[in-house]
């Protein structure tokens, strides 16, 4: 990928990442809201019928996140509802990071506490909750104190790795005798800073062999064949992806789009709106994800 495209396609799209992404300054406002309408937690109890390859009880799945999981929250609630017979509650919120969804932050979150991951185990007591974040690198949500990647890195990663392991601890006792496994999805390459999306994974799969709970390589799917962590708009389809052809976008190239050309982070192949809601478009990027984590839950609850 050349530099100066990936310099240009930066500076047109710096006000549709969420604040999810790397550029080394971010938004001047102050962050939206919590209280937007149609973001708080929605709960979906209508099961699929049940068939020789679905679960006649299948688990229930909390899914919490950014706005990675903003747009992919009804595609992943579909793949579990159908291949899992999960009950599927979700409650992400764009621009947000693990320390969003702590207890104990009061007015310095994005988050509600309504929405607060320990609040929604006890209220939904899932089985699994699956956590989906980009890491929030520019310091947009104010529960991050202002503490940068670009500015400190160092700082950066201690309170990232503070804040997942209180995540973890809170999940846990919200849970208590019937604690959920948490799902850490891994996120996929970013242009800009690809050191730090690989520390990032790296610091969930450690939580996750320490406390025992899950890693789905989610980012793994949307990046080239043994090449992780390098950065692609396009992939080759893949055979499901051949047999459903609205996800092969160009199948005369035998290639599928990930991203649009404005936006190299979110995976959504329509434009960001100033309110967030689901991808309204099938987009190959946010179904390879899904069917990874729902696969990863599949596993688990199979064993």
């Known amino acids: 990928m050349r530099k100066p495209w990936i310099v240009g396609m930066l500076l047109t799209s710096a006000l549709l990442l969420g604040a999810c992404g790397d550029p080394s300054s971010g938004p001047e406002a102050a962050p939206p809201s919590p209280a937007v309408p149609g973001v708080s937690a929605a709960t979906t109890h ?88 980009w890491g929030n690198a520019w310091g947009y949500t104010w529960c991050m104190d202002g503490i940068t990647y670009n500015a400190s890195p160092q700082r950066y990663f201690s309170r990232y ?81 051949h047999q459903h052809p609205d996800y092969c976008t160009q199948p005369d190239r035998d290639r599928t789009a990930l991203h649009l050309d404005t936006d190299y982070l979110h995976f959504c192949l329509a434009p960001t709106t100033p309110t967030p809601k689901p991808c309204p478009v099938r987009s190959p990027g946010i179904l390879r994800i899904s069917r990874e984590i729902t696969g990863v839950i599949h596993g688990a609850a199979g064993r």
């Open 46 to 133: 209508q099961r699929a019928p049940a068939s020789p390859r679905v679960p006649a009880v299948g688990p229930r799945v909390l899914y919490l996140g950014d706005s990675l999981a903003m747009e992919a929250q009804n595609v992943l609630g579909q793949r579990l509802r159908q291949d899992l017979n999960a009950t599927y509650t979700s409650a992400p919120y764009s621009g947000t990071t693990l320390c969003d969804y702590l207890e104990g932050t009061g007015a310095r979150s994005l988050v509600p506490d309504s929405d607060k991951a320990a609040a929604l185990v006890r209220a939904r007591h899932p089985d699994y909750v699956v956590l989906q974040f």
């Open 161 to 241: 790795g503070a804040d997942l392991r209180r995540l973890t601890e809170q999940i846990a006792a919200a849970g208590g005798a019937r604690r959920p496994r948490i799902v850490w999805v891994l996120q996929g390459p970013d242009p800009i800073t690809p050191d730090r999306v690989r520390r990032v994974n790296g610091m969930y799969e450690r939580q996750a062999a320490a406390s025992g709970d899950l890693v789905a390589d989610a980012g793994r799917t949307v990046a080239p064949a043994g090449d992780r962590y390098t950065w692609t708009q396009y992939l080759p389809c893949t055979t499901y992806e």
